[in-house]
């Protein structure tokens, strides 16, 4: 996992592999690592866990088989207990449950309630204390730092747990000797500078606004979305509720009175027009201008051309929107679609240009071209796109001019 060449790239964090009795990569540990040399204690163990997920679930990295198989990452306290807990699906991570964690209560039946839910547990740099007991029968692995217990003790530790579906992990190998011990032993799974070193991961960082703006975009365009479900979200990202309090209360929308609920702002510029809004502050605040008036336009068009074709217009703004990932956020598309986990036909409209949809888009792109060529004189069906595309984009000068109004 190397930087990659030719593009801005950040690092993420890093990786070091977990293999199994045969040298095979069987999973990945994730470690926090910041651009400015902090350390965990440096940020705290709540910000670390949340930005190795972040970065897990966000950023665009290269991608490497490491990342294909489950991801070990250690989990704070705070975040354990908290009711929203990771955005990760159980078959993704494999969470660690560090020594220096204090096994409460509370922590327990937090770890209960996860289980239940089929997240997978690793008891790390375990040291075999009686408090951790209850612990022991909801872990899938148990990690063993064999620097600081010996071997003849974690064998006693192994005989008195057989009786568990247990995997066990030696960590801080560094010589084939001690390799060779834990092999003997019995273990499954290995870890240390003997068969890698962390290696830092880089990639592409979405920021976090158009993170939040995409995923609110993408409850915009189901079919009956949820006043609830889209307040919610907006609530969530306090800057993107003042901006769009602000731009329901300006003059381009007249309001009869002053608008001061989320509730009266959704209602107000309704669902058409607050997707615009959500994609103007949330993809296109940060784009170059040139950027942000091509998505624009494309989106307003796809839009258009869509209820020509008796289709859902917001399913097709959404993925003329999406569409231009890579300009607005300097990412390919494939790795964006990543992160969304959409819809298969949204998708494949998207990449592949397949269905009604990706015919909308496949359309419209061609039009573009015809629009930056500045061509004259189409007949037929060209023609009408680009008297549709040349309406989307004086509709989407208005929107960025309103947008440069209101900031």
């Not at 770890?111 to 007991?133: I, M």
């Not at 329901?248 to 510029?269: C, D, M, Q």
């Not at 998708?347 to 573009?368: F, M, N, P």
Request: aromatic content about 8%.
């Amino acid at each position: 996992m190397t930087q990659g060449t030719g593009s801005a790239t950040s690092l993420l964090l890093a990786s070091q592999p977990i293999f199994d009795r045969h040298g095979k990569i069987n999973a990945v540990e994730l470690l926090y690592r910041s651009e400015t040399g902090l350390s965990v204690a440096d940020v705290g163990e709540d910000v670390a866990t949340a930005e190795v997920v972040y970065q897990l679930c966000t950023a665009i990295t290269q991608r490497v088989n490491a990342f294909k198989v489950p991801a070990f990452v250690n989990v704070s306290a705070e975040i354990l207990l908290s009711p929203h807990f990771l955005p990760l699906t159980p078959d993704h991570i494999v969470v660690e449950l560090v020594e220096r964690l204090q096994p409460t209560q509370e922590l327990i039946e937090a770890v209960q309630c996860l289980h239940a839910r089929g997240y997978r547990f690793a008891l790390d740099d375990f040291a075999f204390k009686p408090s951790w007991e209850p612990l022991i029968s909801m872990a899938s692995y148990i990690k063993v730092d064999i620097s600081s217990v010996a071997p003849a003790e974690v064998k006693r530790h192994k005989e008195r747990l057989s009786h568990l579906n247990l995997k066990w992990v030696a960590e801080r190998i560094e010589t084939l000797k001690e390799r060779d011990i834990y092999l003997q032993l019995g273990f499954d799974l290995f870890q240390g500078y003997y068969y890698a070193r962390p290696t830092p991961v880089y990639g592409k960082k979405i920021p976090t606004a158009s993170l939040h703006a995409t995923a609110l975009l993408h409850v915009l365009h189901q079919p009956e979305p949820g006043i609830d479900e889209i307040i919610a979200l907006i609530e969530a990202d306090p800057e993107l509720a003042l901006k769009l309090t602000r731009v329901a209360n300006s003059a381009f929308y007249r309001p009869r009175a002053p608008i001061n609920s989320l509730h009266g702002v959704v209602t107000h510029l309704g669902l058409r027009q607050l997707t615009s809004w959500v994609a103007l502050f949330g993809l296109l605040g940060d784009a170059k201008s040139e950027h942000a008036e091509l998505a624009l336009t494309r989106a307003k068009a796809c839009e258009m051309l869509a209820k020509q074709d008796a289709l859902r217009e917001q399913d097709a703004y959404f993925i003329g929107l999406i569409s231009t990932a890579e300009l607005l956020l300097g990412v390919s598309r494939e790795e964006f679609l990543e992160c969304l986990e959409l819809d298969a036909a949204t998708t494949e409209a998207i990449l592949h240009r397949k269905g009604d949809y990706g015919s909308v888009l496949q359309r419209i792109e061609a039009t573009e071209r015809h629009f930056a060529m500045r061509e004259s004189g189409l007949s037929g069906e060209k023609d009408q796109l680009m008297t549709l595309y040349c309406h989307a984009h004086n509709t989407a000068f208005e929107l960025l001019a309103t947008l440069a109004a209101v900031r």
